[in-house]
């Protein structure tokens, strides 16, 4: 393939679009930006186009996407022909290439057809390209959203699930992320002054705040939009925490509310590591010792990986911080690449 | 007191009213209506005033109010100020009596001045009135989005917990209602073909679907909104539904939804009576052997009444269906009629 490739990934909460130069070494510009596609689908085209212009342009490009499944898609058909539509709008001259869960590209109008075929494969784009330097590991992408645990054995992804339920079932998708998490979908109860409390159940605060009043994101990273539609300071998302137990900071303390994110947290590691040991048992003797991560959420794939015994390494150690960032949007970009350009 | 009295019950989804006749003997008329306040703040004058017109108006106003948690509001003491400010310039010449945690009624100025003596006081209402008529009993109201297990002792509310946080933490107050609760707040996992599937950690579904798809509710008892703005059919509600394991109606069967419902369906039914159960405990001998139930969501109170061992009696054949269903709007209204009208 001629000339620059740029990759996309489009998420229904995200989009991430990679631009790689001629032949496959070369460093990638990535760049990730919010998008809630439920809301602001209309101006999908306008985005893309946008974003292509500020990485330089391609007329190759490779998309995988999850957008289809956001719920303002009746189905997975729906929405894959509304984000093709979206690249035809947007850059007419192009075809796309579509990243299948078999691992192959396909163009738009296959994709169109088939849309079960290309639906959710972003994991499958990202975990191809990290076998290429880890050939037996665990690749593990903690996003905003959702967390994949995709096992390399020898070379090759040896996932068993392909569509998304099927992933659910394996613990290859445990549907937990480091930013936009519902906390009433993370713990039913807490600890709250020593004794266990109910929580409500209500889109009151999301995995952000938590790992935001404990330090481990900055306000910077807290990218996705608040619940209350407040700011992003500390205090502001402990006030969010404090409504889980239906309080306010008048009636609870600093300690208080950090004894329930810390608890919130811990079981966000722990749903991730039952998602490791789950992958892990099926593969036996097979299963890799080494977790390779990627995605916003390092910091939980790192301590999940910890957990389920598995010697955690950092994927922007080895590849650059930018693709392990925007893992399938560079990933789908270097595999096109590399397809006709070996 | 002279005259007619209208009581109040302003939720954070829910307004109700309900309208006695001088004297506490007569059947109230009520009104229910969805209110998003979160979202539609701004009208809620409008909305009393209307609301007090079709009912017939009165110069004597009870209120209690939940409202003041939802997240429009940064603290509870701001809510309680918008929702007595609304008070005031719907009803300028009334001055309303505000309902209070201990039993007692406050001017709205007293209630200004300590928001947390009146915040969430509508299950102190309800259960005062229900005591009238049991006075040993669980009154359980299971509502659009939460459950209140409150016990009555000898003819007195025997609730240990005042605040929302204290009551989350005894039992009495369950997080879970019949329309508004997010499935991902309900379960974890569901049973898929006959596997657990984890679920997804989003605003996909909510128990409104799930009752409706199980034939539990019909489509006129929907009266909040759907999480994806489409409407309240059954097909709708299911493919709903099949988006909580990332599916679609193209990729799920009916059974297979109807065994994710009726898994949803169970985890509330044994969350209410895990609450029941939890305040049952604390009584010992002098726990209640019947629950007298109310609110829009009597299918779940029913089923866990007699899971927790409790033989159920419906508050709706005691006191009219009316009373039964706006309970603590009903309540407010009488009590306050018997505080001044022995």
């Known amino acids: 393939m001629k000339g620059p490739i740029l990759g996309w990934d489009v998420g229904g909460a995200n989009l991430k679009a990679a631009r790689i130069e001629e032949g496959s070494q070369s460093a990638p510009k990535v760049l990730e930006r919010p998008f809630p596609l439920w809301r602001e689908r209309d101006g999908l085209p306008a985005i893309l186009a946008g974003t292509a212009d500020r990485l330089g342009g391609a007329r190759n490009m490779a998309v995988t996407m999850t957008a ?11 929405g894959v022909a509304f984000v093709l539509d979206a690249f035809r709008t947007a850059f007419p001259d192009v075809e796309p ?13 296959a994709a169109r057809q088939r849309p079960h075929q290309i639906a959710a494969a972003n994991w499958r784009a990202s975990a191809t390209f990290v076998a290429r330097t880890f050939p037996d590991a665990l690749f593990l992408d903690v996003g905003s959203t959702t967390t994949d645990v995709i096992p390399i054995v020898a070379g090759r992804v040896a996932a068993r699930g392909r569509t998304d339920p099927a992933r659910l079932r394996t613990g290859e998708l445990v549907y937990t992320g480091a930013l936009r998490t519902p906390v009433c979908a993370i713990v039913r109860s807490v600890p709250l002054r020593g004794r266990p409390c109910r929580v409500a159940a209500e889109h009151f605060a999301v995995a952000a705040d938590v790992h935001l009043w ?9 990218t996705c939009e ?5 700011g992003r300071s500390r205090l502001e998302a402990g006030a969010r925490i404090a409504r889980m137990v239906c309080g306010d900071m008048e009636m609870l303390r600093p300690h208080d509310i950090t004894a329930i994110a810390e608890h919130a947290a811990r079981a966000q590691v722990r749903q991730i590591a039952g998602g490791i040991r789950q992958v892990m048992r099926r593969l036996g003797p097979a299963a890799p010792r080494v977790a390779v991560f990627a995605g916003q959420g390092t910091f939980l794939a790192r301590s999940a990986a910890e957990a389920a015994g598995l010697s955690p390494r950092d994927m922007a150690e080895e590849v650059g911080a930018a693709t392990a960032r925007s893992a399938p949007a560079a990933a789908v970009a270097y595999l096109l690449a590399a397809m006709v350009d070996p």
């Open 214 to 222: 404990l330090g481990r994101i900055e306000q910077d990273d807290y």
């Open 97 to 109: 290439w579509v990243y299948g869960i078999d691992g192959r590209f396909r163009s738009a109008e």
């Open 226 to 230: 608040t619940p209350d539609g407040r």
């Open 68 to 78: 289809e499944l956001a719920d303002c898609f009746a189905t997975k058909r729906e």
